[in-house]
């Protein structure tokens, strides 16, 4: 799994913040990545000790991993309802909460579940956190859609680069089949109006700007974890 520049410890304290909130007989998002598995973890311990939680993963790779922790999981159209959704972040803008995601390509689905939740934490670790969003923004975009999606990109000030997986010579496929364009905007200083455009684009399924979906932010440090509600 991709790894970034925090450390393991910034990862799990954050995680471990986190999963303290999840209450007996709810039903919990799993997200994707390096510091969700930390929490997904976190999750089976409880789980061994007692915990009846049944949990909605984001990704195959959370599912696997949720299985493996002994947490029971559900799809998404077999719940009525997310409690609580526990996710990381590629970069939170630390006046907003407004992030990027989509570092695994997991986006898609991590926003239908981190949306529909009735509560979503961020956790991250520092290396994640910036005033303003400036991150490339990843957008899963359907396989023959990928130049008119680029071309809609470069219209609106950006640079897309089609996502190579780093062992495999092809493109990363997600999930969902499709493929992921990365595109570089530089600051961005309204990420609303630029989800809203990206949103707009035919053949873009989801981008991975989440606006005003995180209710708080978790970020581990060295010797605590700082929460921002
Ligand atoms: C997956 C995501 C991840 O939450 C994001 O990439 C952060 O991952 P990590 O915790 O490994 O840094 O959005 O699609």
Do not use: W
């Amino acid at each position: 799994m991709k790894t970034t520049g925090g450390t393991d410890a910034q990862k799990r304290r954050a995680a471990a913040a986190a999963v303290e909130a999840v209450e007996d007989g709810t039903v919990v998002g799993l997200g994707t990545g390096s510091t969700t598995a930390f929490a997904i973890r976190a999750i089976g311990d409880r789980v061994a000790d007692g915990l009846d939680v049944r949990g909605v993963p984001t990704s195959f790779a959370a599912r696997e991993l949720a299985r493996e922790c002994g947490i029971p999981v559900a799809d998404l159209d077999e719940v009525d309802a997310i409690d609580l959704a526990i996710d990381g972040a590629d970069q939170v803008a630390t006046t907003d909460g407004a992030l990027v995601k989509g570092g695994g390509a997991a986006h898609a689905r991590e926003k239908v579940v981190d949306a529909f939740a009735d509560r979503f934490l961020v956790i991250a670790d520092p290396s994640k956190t910036a005033e303003t969003l400036s991150h490339a923004v990843p957008i899963e975009v359907l396989p023959s859609a990928r130049t008119t999606v680029a071309a809609g990109v470069s219209d609106l000030g950006g640079e897309a680069a089609l996502r190579r997986a780093e062992r495999k010579d092809g493109p990363v496929v997600t999930d969902n089949g499709n493929l992921v364009l990365d595109c570089e905007f530089g600051t961005i200083s309204d990420p609303e109006s630029l989800a809203a455009a990206l949103a707009s684009l035919p053949g873009a399924v989801e981008h991975g700007i989440f606006v005003g979906l995180a209710d708080a932010v978790y970020v581990g440090t060295d010797d605590g974890v700082d929460v921002t509600e």
